[in-house]
Structures are given as structure tokens and as C-alpha cells.
């Protein structure tokens, strides 16, 4: 059990933390985000990535087989988050202050739902990158549940490398003074940033209409582009907007996306000002001590994950050749490691732990892979 942390809503005074240092809640405070390097165990890179091609039917070895430029997977392994990167584990714990605030059940596990970039041959060709400012696919995560400013769905969003991501190789875009809705030049042009996005929508929003609160990012001028090696973590806050970029290298940038899902919605009016850093990043980015006025209008309401429709759908394809790969190598189905394959009260864990169990929301899942 971690120690509880307390961070003052304004400035970082971070005490008993784990893992960060007193730098490392700045910069998450400053930023929205922060890098664990070398966290994941070298052991579940070697075994997660060591059926990929097969999983994807592509030739590691022919680039003309990468027949799509961008593949969402689904997940056949899960262990426990503190066992996967404990280092991590642990910056989690210090950012939500203390793990005593995660949800006993979501994001608890973390698995291989890799999410592969491998630019074309034409892409590599090009001169010039584009602009992070027309990426149409700016967003935040939160696919199963209506958003509310406090809500405790998605209070981090995580990334896992378990490829280098190099320069212009396709990493993740992230744009830090998004989320602020304090620019003036945002604020004036736009009217919202996405804090005062969803403080101006006490109603809530349902996926996928959430990414209404991305639409200033046209003028936003913040971007960091993720650039890490294997074994790297990277964990943003949930308001943070991000989008995948482009990959001009035509190598495999691949990566894993969970999150941090708290036991409780945010508390923005703590009678002590002990908030913690995902909180206090909020309180920040709103110029506020408290918002004891905020309350949301409507339900608090949790779905089937909307984006898990189309990655689902691909699990059957994906068995049949790991099997049969299997078996060329002379051994059966039982040598095939995917949760698929593990009987009906494994399955039915596996679908609590990521609310496949949930009734599907009000726009119906997704059967379209999304970028
Ligand atoms: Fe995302």
C-alpha cells in the first residue's frame, strides 16, 4: 500500500511519494505529463512481442506485407500493473495520491492490445511532417463512460513502449497547453481549453462525443512528440489531448494504452487543500484553489468500452494463426497463450476486469478501427 501524497492545488510540495521526485510532480503539474524510463519487465517485452507478426499475418522481414499503416489488437495476456513496470506502478500511486484512490477491478491488469504504426514506404518519402495542428484525430480516452470534469474513468492515460519510438517514427503527439483553457490567445478565440470544456458542460458527454473539447487545437502551440526506448512508460494526465502521429521511418513503432481508473470521482473542494497531482493539474489549468460549486447535472453512467468492437473482432482471425503456428512447430492449441483460450471462468474475469460486461452505450461500439 502506498503512502498517501498531497500535493497543494498550486504548487508541487510533494511529500512521502514513492517514486517521484520533487522535479517529477513539477513537471507533471507543468506539463500533464511524465516519462518512467526502462519500468517494464524485460520479460513481458520478449514474450508479448514474440508472436506479433504472427498475430498481424505480416513478414517482419518483407515491408511489403505491412498491408496497414496503423493496426489496434486485441488483448490475449493481462497480468497485474504492479508486476508489469512497478517503477511506474509506483509514479502511478504518487500522481492519484496514493494507491488506495485506484479502482480495486479496472486497470488493474495490463496487457499486449498492441497498438502498431508502421508508416509506408510513401510516407518515408516525404519531406515534410505534418503540422501536429491539423491532425484530425486529436482526443482524450474515455470510450466507456460519460465524462464529467470530475470524472474518475480515465485519470491517467498510459503508454507503454515496447519498441523505440524514434524521431519522426510515429509517437504520440501531445498538446500541453490544451488542456489549460488559459492562453489567451485559446481563450479568446476559442472561448475553452478542455478543463473549462467540461466545467461549461456539467451535463456530461458520451463517447464519442467528447472530442468536442479538442476543437482548439488549431491554435494551440504546445506540442511534445514522444520519442522513447523500449521498457519506457509514459503517463498523461486523462485531459491531456493526444493523437498518434505519423511515421516517416517505415519501422514498427509499437505501443500498449491502458489507463489509471480511480475508486472515486475528483474532489475539488478539500477543506485541507491536499490535493492530488491529477486533481491538482485541474485546479491549475482552471486558476481555481477549490471548485466546490461544480457538480455534475446528470447520471454518472459506465459502458462496454466503445473502441473494444472493432479490436474484439479481430481475435478469431488472430487465434487461428497462432495455433496454427503452434503446430508448426509441433506442438497444439494448449502451447498458445491468449486468454481466449483459458475456459469460461478465466473469460469471465478477463471481461469484468475490462467492463465487457457493461450494457453498450447510447452510440454503439465501434466496428471501425479508429486512428
Ligand atoms: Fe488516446
Known amino acids: 500500500m502506498s503512502a498517501t ?31 518512467v524510463p526502462n519500468a517494464i519487465k524485460q520479460e513481458y517485452i520478449d514474450e508479448w512481442m514474440s508472436d506479433l507478426w504472427t498475430r498481424l499475418d505480416f513478414d517482419p522481414n518483407d515491408k511489403s506485407t505491412w498491408h496497414t499503416e496503423y493496426l489496434h489488437l486485441p488483448r490475449h495476456r493481462e497480468v497485474r500493473a504492479e508486476d508489469f513496470a512497478p517503477k511506474a ?20 491488469w495490463y ?3 498492441f497498438i502498431c504504426n508502421f508508416g509506408t514506404a510513401a510516407r518515408a ?16 480516452d474515455n470510450d466507456w463512460f460519460r465524462q464529467f470534469l470530475d470524472s474518475n474513468g480515465v485519470a491517467l492515460t498510459v503508454i507503454h513502449c515496447f519498441t523505440d519510438i524514434l524521431p519522426k517514427g510515429g509517437g504520440t503527439i501531445l498538446c500541453e497547453d490544451a488542456i489549460k483553457g488559459m492562453l489567451l490567445a485559446v481563450t479568446i478565440i476559442t472561448g475553452v481549453g478542455v ?37 519506457d512508460v509514459l503517463l498523461l494526465h486523462g485531459l491531456l489531448p493526444h493523437t498518434n502521429s505519423l511515421n516517416y521511418r517505415h519501422y514498427a ?21 491536499n490535493y492530488s497531482l491529477v486533481e491538482a493539474v485541474i485546479l491549475r489549468a482552471l486558476g481555481r484553489q477549490s471548485i466546490p460549486e461544480f457538480h455534475p447535472t446528470r447520471e454518472r453512467l459506465c459502458y462496454y468500452p466503445r473502441t473494444a468492437g472493432f479490436k474484439r473482432a479481430k481475435v478469431r482471425a488472430e487465434l487461428d494463426r497462432m495455433i496454427e503456428a503452434a503446430k508448426a512447430k509441433g506442438l497444439d492449441e494448449s502451447a498458445v497463450d491468449s486468454i481466449y483460450l483459458k475456459g469460461e471462468e478465466f473469460m469471465r474475469e478477463h471481461e469484468r476486469r475490462n467492463g465487457y460486461d457493461l450494457p453498450i452505450g447510447p452510440n454503439g461500439l465501434n466496428m471501425v478501427q479508429h486512428t
Do not use: M
Open 5 to 35: 501524497t498531497t500535493v497543494n492545488s498550486t504548487s508541487a510540495q510533494p511529500s512521502k511519494f514513492k517514486y517521484l521526485q520533487p522535479e517529477d510532480a513539477e513537471h507533471f503539474l507543468t506539463h500533464g505529463w511524465l516519462r
Open 89 to 108: 506502478w509506483d509514479a502511478i500511486c504518487d500522481l492519484v495520491g496514493g494507491e488506495d484512490k485506484l479502482h480495486p477491478l479496472r486497470e488493474r
Open 111 to 113: 496487457g499486449d492490445q
Open 125 to 140: 518519402a516525404e519531406e515534410n511532417p505534418e503540422p501536429p495542428q491539423d491532425r484530425a484525430t486529436w482526443h482524450i
Open 195 to 231: 478543463c473549462e470544456f467540461f466545467y461549461s458542460h456539467p451535463e456530461g458527454l458520451d463517447p464519442p462525443d467528447h472530442n468536442a473539447c479538442c476543437a482548439h487545437i488549431r491554435q494551440c502551440q504546445q506540442f511534445t512528440t514522444v520519442e522513447a526506448k523500449a521498457g
Open 253 to 273: 513503432r509499437v505501443i500498449a494504452n491502458p489507463h489509471a481508473t480511480l475508486r472515486d470521482p475528483y474532489n475539488f473542494n478539500r477543506a485541507d487543500g
